[in-house]
């Protein structure tokens, strides 16, 4: 399915409602209902709008196939648990994680509002998605947050041989004066598999510390990598037990905590075209308004100024602000081929 | 002062409480209360009796400098504030961060109890030890804990060519069924500055990705980071990004949310000999009674079972509890002149 980003051809700009709506169509089309489709449209085209391809149309796919291996429920609706007054968990019923936390959403809000800090614990949940649209809106709205989720066993602890944790990002985002939130949302593991698999098709051998071989030996060969290797936690050769440790801690939070599975415990085998996995995601938000001393959003903005005083010209989550002011101006860029082929998905010929 | 631990000679093994109580009478002697002095005393013996040397009785010169300068309060009161159900924040009053925690402790045990979460902002205060004892006793008590705090500019932000951010540790600690906690602390930093100096003494190289010169430029030479250079964030050449992306999430919630100072931003200059960090600290605590499914420890059991089958021989926080049941059993091994300047400070002629 030509879904790519970079297909060479004719670009069309499509307005960012435009590529929402047909995405929707294609979920619900597809095996979800209407309310999960709109929350996964949202975030896929929010995605794409923003540049972050890798988790934009490129996916639909793999939504797709998905949905059609009955590995995942389009249609789960979320039951929402009221915990404690600063805790509230969700099971996502087999279903996506979006929807789940959109189902919170206005509690956990609330609940970060009245207690000064509040969690929300999904389990039963899938996420094939960024993760920071999941952390922005709660900056937008003033808080701020910090979200974890675990993934499939593709990256070897610190000093092991065999593949255990996902890659297992962590996002942040915080309200900054005057500006769009920060936000950054970064992978555990030295590398995303997709780069892996750019480097073997381009012959390319990968830095040292990002990849052991189905030995658990270091290589720098993608193709060992991808012929049952794993990858390496991110650090760096001298530092991968701290991304290690990280990692350890994602798993901890986002599945031990919530009640999901870890990475390595889920079996997909009788689901092939399966591609999501089934684990937890956790969001702790704080309510800075709670702040001693000057305005939180404020002191952000000065730390924001000192880094960039301090030589670093580009701030975390920049670049995707910069292209989503693009694309709501001109247009979301796609191949014409990916437009025509989702505009088949949503309303052409089944 | 010859308070190291791996100087020549006899080797003295002294109980636990023989050099907690000494560490006490030395901090009292030089400008605490006998409070103050009990809390730092006990901190700094629990890491020298773990193995963790760096902030052992090593650390006791800069203390006393410190006192002496009068950067620091060694009489502070802290002020304890409840700002909302699941939210406190302490005034350590240009004191030690570790009596302000400690006057607070109960509070947040108690709080993260009711409400599921509970965070502690502690402002106005100076950090110079380890911050796994801030996150190990949260664990002992049933809690998972995630502690942070910032230092003083000694870092440069990815990217920037100044020094901005401090190591800025991040610790995390989990109980675990039928064992010690699960507990790591790790540096943002690629590297501690104590370990850039014994590189320049013994005349090594370091790798690539730990530090820059004067200009700013990357550089393997340890000399020319400790000569006006800076250390680089962890991550390695190639994802030092991460690193800085979490060390400046370190300093948001660290000193800006909790009302603390930047790590660039204070000024000692006024006070020579003072050594300790004026800024702020966060710990954010979850009650994992809380959780769905199965217990949270049983499930930390597990996934240390599947790293160690992994191969990961080494669980993080495993080597200080093994010092610490040999420190235990056989006394604390310290360098008889170390044991011997120690108990001058503590007892001897002024």
Not at 79 to 89: F, I
Not at 137 to 152: C, E, Q
Not at 159 to 178: D, E, K, Q, V, Y
Not at 293 to 298: D, E, K, L, M
Request: glycine letters at 10%; charged letters at 15%; hydrophobic letters at 45%.
């Amino acid at each position: 399915m030509p879904l790519s980003h970079t297909a060479s051809g004719d670009v069309q700009h499509v307005p960012f409602d435009d590529l929402r709506g047909t995405l929707a169509r294609i979920f619900e089309r597809h095996g979800t209902s209407a309310e999960v489709a709109a929350v996964l449209a949202h975030n896929c085209a929010s995605a794409e709008r923003d540049g972050a391809h890798s988790h934009g149309v490129f996916r639909i796919p793999g939504y797709l196939s998905t949905l059609a291996s009955g590995w995942v429920d389009g249609h789960a609706v979320p039951r929402v648990e009221d915990v404690a007054p600063g805790y509230l968990a969700v099971d996502a019923g087999n279903g996506f994680a979006q929807p789940a936390y959109r189902a919170a959403y206005s509690a956990l809000v609330a609940k970060a509002r009245a207690n000064g800090v509040a969690l929300l614990a999904i389990r039963n949940s899938h996420h094939f998605a960024a993760l920071w649209p999941d952390v922005e809106p709660l900056a937008d709205d003033g808080l701020v947050a910090l979200a974890l989720v675990n993934s499939m066993a593709c990256v070897v602890p610190s000093g092991g041989t065999t593949a255990l944790f996902g890659t297992n990002p962590i996002a942040f985002a915080a309200p900054r004066a005057g500006h769009e939130p920060l936000v950054f949302d970064l992978a555990t593991s030295a590398i995303a598999h997709g780069d892996v698999q750019i480097a073997a098709r381009e012959g390319r051998l990968l830095p040292d510390g990002h990849g052991v071989d189905r030995h658990g030996q270091p290589t720098n060969d993608p193709r060992a990598i991808l012929d049952g290797g794993a990858l390496l936690p991110f650090g760096g050769v001298h530092s991968s037990y701290k991304g290690s440790a990280l990692s350890m801690m994602v798993e901890l939070l986002a599945a031990a905590l919530t009640g999901g599975n870890f990475s390595f415990e889920f079996d997909w085998s009788a689901h092939p075209g399966a591609q999501t996995p089934w684990t937890g995601e956790l969001i702790i938000t704080i309510d800075p308004a709670k702040s001693a001393g000057r305005s939180f959003a404020q002191r952000c903005e000065d730390l924001v100024q000192a880094m960039a005083a301090a030589g670093q010209t580009r701030q975390p989550g920049e670049r995707r602000y910069r292209q989503r002011a693009r694309s709501l101006k001109d247009g979301i860029p796609l191949p014409a081929t990916t437009w025509a082929e989702l505009q088949r998905l949503a309303d052409g010929p089944i």
